[in-house]
């Protein structure tokens, strides 16, 4: 085969593979529906099923989550670490100035700030600390809520078709019992009427 | 008199089998492709870890600007520390803060779209529930249609009869038959 034979034959190869690339996306792939209705009943009970599968969990957690104080907890465990934190950055200053002229007193002085101020970022840091958990809190209620809203209206839909089919069909059966009955009186009429003469 | 209908004049045609088939076609892909990318993005927002980014970069903003030129007069100064970590605890909430605001966007949003998935379920359960009740009433009331074509036919054969026989001698209403009394 020649040098031309041979590249004929890999552009044939290419065109086949890229057809079977397509075929993936022919529409001739598309599945039967023999029962649309068993279909449809089926997939909206199975997507259902896949609600309560995958997301009921996470939902309960999440509403779970409307008294989280992670905020506020991790900021009681942040200033005491900051504070520590800071007092060696200064202690590593003093040091690299060759105790930067301080008297002890003054070092005391240091440490004693260094003290306060780490008893007062950590009230202060608490307290800012819950206000904002109280906001990323009270925003989470208010989309659970919403949340829930539309659930409760989607259940309330659903309870209200069902109570209307069931109507629908109490009133169907009703009106073929009386239909039933007055067909009955009527043959029962004919009948005497027929024997009688009437 | 019209002839007797036939069940493939009432079959699905071409357009109608077309549009459930790509129906169900596209809800097979979506839940292949992407109801994964729901529980995954499900998954992250549960476990990743969304506030050590800002946080991290909260410490590292703070202690740049503080620390970057110590000079002998912070040094000496009683409260640069205390004021160093009151900063720098202040922005590490801040990062919590955004960390957690950003977490808790994704966890609801990712509710938000289970639960409208877990609504349009509903809603086409309801839908197929009423779809079947439609028919189940129309088949029950072409019974009751068929049933009353009946009693009407019988009646008519029960009133014949009885004319008949009476206007005969014999049998059961006619001139000396069984229920005459003769």
Do not use: C, W
């Amino acid at each position: 085969m020649g040098k031309e034979g041979i590249l004929v034959v890999a552009s044939l190869d290419m065109y086949d593979n890229s057809r079977r690339k397509e075929d993936r996306f022919s529409i001739s792939n598309l599945p039967s529906v023999s029962n649309p209705q068993d279909t449809f009943a089926n997939i909206t009970r199975g997507d259902y099923e896949d609600y309560l599968k995958n997301f009921r969990s996470f939902e309960e957690q999440l509403i779970g989550m409307t008294n989280d104080t992670s905020l506020i907890d991790q900021a009681r465990e942040d200033a005491p670490e900051q504070a520590k934190l800071s007092a060696d950055i200064q202690r590593r200053n003093a040091e690299r100035y060759g105790g930067a002229g301080l008297s002890n007193a003054q070092k005391q002085e240091q440490q004693r700030a260094n003290q306060r101020g780490g008893a007062l970022n950590l009230a202060g840091n608490v307290n800012n600390a819950r206000v904002e958990q109280r906001s990323v809190n009270d925003a989470l209620l208010k989309e659970l809520i919403s949340v829930g809203q539309g659930v409760n209206q989607n259940a309330l839909s659903g309870l209200g078709d069902a109570s209307a089919m069931s109507a629908q069909r109490q009133a169907a059966y009703k009106n073929a019992k009386s239909q039933h009955h007055s067909n009955m009186v009527g043959l029962g009429g004919a009948v005497i009427g027929a024997i009688f003469g009437i | 008199m019209s002839s007797k209908p036939k069940a493939s004049e009432y079959a699905a045609s071409e357009s109608e089998k077309a549009t459930a088939s790509i129906a169900l076609a596209d809800k097979q892909y979506f839940k292949d492709k992407y109801l994964p990318k729901l529980t995954e993005l499900r998954d992250r927002s549960s476990t990743e870890n969304y506030q050590g980014v800002a946080r991290g970069r909260a410490q590292a903003d703070t202690m740049q600007a503080l620390t970057n030129r110590p000079s002998l007069a912070a040094t000496r100064s009683v409260d640069a520390s205390a004021d160093r970590a009151a900063a720098a605890g202040s922005q590490l909430l801040q990062g919590s803060l955004q960390g957690l605001a950003a977490q808790r966007g994704d966890q609801v949003n990712v509710l938000k779209q289970a639960r409208g998935m877990a609504a349009d379920a509903t809603s086409g359960l309801s839908r197929a529930a009423k779809i079947a009740t439609t028919k189940n009433l129309q088949f029950a009331q072409a019974k009751q249609n068929r049933r009353n074509a009946n009693f009407a036919m019988g009646s008519k054969l029960a009133g014949g009869f009885i004319d008949k026989d009476k206007n005969s001698p014999g049998g059961l209403f006619g001139e000396g038959g069984y229920f005459s009394g003769g």
